[in-house]
């Protein structure tokens, strides 16, 4: 798996937008936090050509639900089927 930086740089390569954040509530934008109240942080995953974020990247309920490792199979995926190296 590459860096943050370098997902970041492959996948702005192919149109697509990585940003890192708080997980949010989706129904009144409310940070989710666990017991200790610390913050849950996931990446989203923006669409240039649409303007919209990738379905999966956020559900019903949650934004920022990507793990680093799901941006880069995501990533991956598209140079792949695009017959590009990745």
Not at 8 to 21: D, H, L, P, T, Y
Not at 41 to 68: A, L, N, P, S
Request: net charge negative; aromatic share 20%; hydrophobic share 35%.
């Amino acid at each position: 798996m590459y860096s943050e930086k370098t997902i970041r740089r492959k996948a702005n390569e192919i149109g697509f937008v990585v940003s890192r954040g708080f997980q949010h509530y989706l129904y009144n934008g409310a940070v989710v936090k666990d017991y200790y109240g610390v913050a849950y942080t996931g990446y989203v995953v923006e669409d240039m050509t649409t303007g919209y974020y990738v379905w999966g990247c956020y559900d019903q309920c949650f934004d920022h639900i990507w793990t680093i490792e799901d941006v880069d199979e995501f990533i991956r995926g598209k140079y792949e089927r695009a017959g590009m190296n990745y």
